[in-house]
Nanobody, 117 residues
């Protein structure tokens, strides 16, 4: 069974940085694209960043230039480096396997990011 364990969230001031990690198990990590999503109450989960199995990255417009997604296949871990954080970045952040035929709609516990103004 797949496990996605997000960590690294916290409370930071606007302009600060956080580095989120997602450790994955139960999948062949290296062949799967991985994504970071975020959600606030009453809103749909939105894609923040995605990285393909080959390392190609894409970002939401809101994240472009501030966030960097990366992966370490040896550690089965995907990261989201978040710089220049804004209050509107406040959300629960989840990693996901968007292209997986079984687990594309599986979500872990998420990690809370709160950015104060």
């Amino acid at each position: 069974q797949v496990q996605l364990v997000e960590s690294g969230g916290g409370l930071v001031q606007a302009g600060g940085s956080l580095r989120l990690s997602c450790a994955a198990s139960g999948i062949i990590f290296s062949i799967n694209a991985m994504g970071w999503y975020r959600q606030t109450p009453g809103k749909q989960r939105e894609l923040v960043a995605v990285i393909s199995s080959g390392g190609i990255t894409n970002y939401a417009d809101s994240a472009k230039g501030r966030f960097t997604i990366s992966r370490d296949n040896a550690k089965n871990t995907v990261y989201l480096q978040m710089d220049s954080l804004k209050p509107e970045d406040t959300a629960v952040y989840y990693c996901n396997i968007p292209g997986h035929p079984i687990y594309r709609n599986y979500w872990g516990q998420g990690t809370q990011v709160t950015v104060s103004s």
